[in-house]
């Protein structure tokens, strides 16, 4: 691990500056969800066994399938515009024109500055839609022929080149990682395939969805500046061009930020409440002793600690930002599932938050199957709770059903209106529900160790 100061980081912070120049790069929050979980024959959990389903540290690359099930919406596009070599390499790579791009840029820019930041606007504003909206838009811009080339550009660069742990639902690594499951709002430090920490974590606005793929961690910038860019959603006490020192109490990104590809970081700056809902624009976000705790953690995982205390001087020097390189990057393998099998015998359904249509009965079969319990095995009367709960998580953040024909409808009607959208903040209704399966007990994910929940 080398340390650098100011000057000599000064190349890699404007650089990650200019890849978050975007809605992402603040990950600010207002509001999140409170609502406790319905729990159904919920026990207390137990110690961590071993588990029986494994992941390895070498992904396969996304299939053109897997790639589709992406979504990209506008914002993620203006995000990966801002990076000039994002556009070299896309033109490259598709042929396409200098007004193609400018073209994708202002339709990018215009989707955000109709996304509202308050309670006006059109409620029935999703991931779905602003997913359907992109694809329109792309569409429209580039033609029929390269729409399809161009959206599986933007879904490989969302999704790191690869979706982690797709053919293993649960899968357990075997390796130094981190692993992280937004819809379960929470991120978990292994060693060598041993489960170290957990953390309660903010996740990404629907409209700003945390990606699911591999990154890498490879720097920790100690007292970041922010400097806001010329978005429509910058206002208030935010202004263009107008930067926000480290150390400031109106940084959004807290006092470390710790990128993991473009436009994503694990950052500080969030209270508490932000935990456990929807928190930023598109990054993991913890509390200011939440981040300093992962620094120290992940610093280790990399071969050469930083204590709390030496994390707490570096912070002390408010005016000075510091970029800490890792000896040796880190993997952060970010997942989508909505069905968890944990090794206490319990089975989780969470809600489908970014309605990628996951709560299936199909799904459950597999998580089910890879744990190593049959769903058939099952007293009918179970199967009939459990099928319930996936239809009960099959919904939204609104409390809509997903993928559904008036789902769909909903989403087609919204690509069409041309209104003020409200950001999703809150989350109506349950997140999640818990059935005890005898078989699982010693199988399947481990529950929280050491949980961090501010």
Known sequence: MTLSNNTTARGLILTVLSISASVFSACASQNTATNNPVVADQGSATQVANANTNVTSAPSPASSEALAGVQITLPV??????????VTEIKGKLQLTDDQIEKLRAAAKESVSNLGDDSAGDSSHSTTNASKEAQSKIREIVGSQKADPVLNFFREKWAG??????????????????????????????????????YKIGIGYPEFPLPAGMRKASEIIFNPTWTPPDEPWVKGKFAPGKK?????????????????????????????????????????????????????EITGLAGDPLSIQEIKEFESKKAETKNVKLSSPVSVDLRYETIVATDDGKLTIYRDVYERGTNTEENLRRVLDAAGVSFDSLSSADQKKILAGVQQMA???????????????????????????????????AKQVVFDIAGLKGKG??????????
Do not use: W
Not at 77 to 86: F, K, N, Q, R, S
Not at 166 to 187: L, S, W
Not at 258 to 279: D, E, M, Q, T, W
């Open 445 to 454: 994910y481990p529950v929280p160790v050491n949980l961090r929940a501010a």
């Open 161 to 198: 080149g690869n979706l982690a742990a797709a053919a293993i639902p649960n899968g357990v690594p075997t390796d130094t990682r981190i692993v992280v499951n937004a819809p379960a709002y929470r991120m978990d430090i292994f060693r060598e395939g041993k489960l170290l920490k957990t």
């Open 395 to 429: 919904i939204d953040a609104h409390g809509d059903a997903v993928n559904t024909e008036d789902a769909i409808e909903a989403g087609n009607k919204a690509v069409m209106k041309n209104q003020t959208k409200t950001i999703t903040r809150t989350i109506k209704g």
């Open 77 to 86: 596009v203006d995000a990966m515009l801002a990076d000039d070599a994002t």
């Open 244 to 296: 926000v020192e480290a150390g400031s109490k109106d940084n959004p990104l807290g006092p470390i930020k710790i990128p993991i590809g473009l436009p994503s970081l694990i950052h500080g700056g969030k209270s508490p409440a932000k935990l456990g809902g929807f928190a930023s624009h598109g990054c993991v976000g913890l509390t200011n002793g939440q981040i300093q705790d992962f620094a120290s």
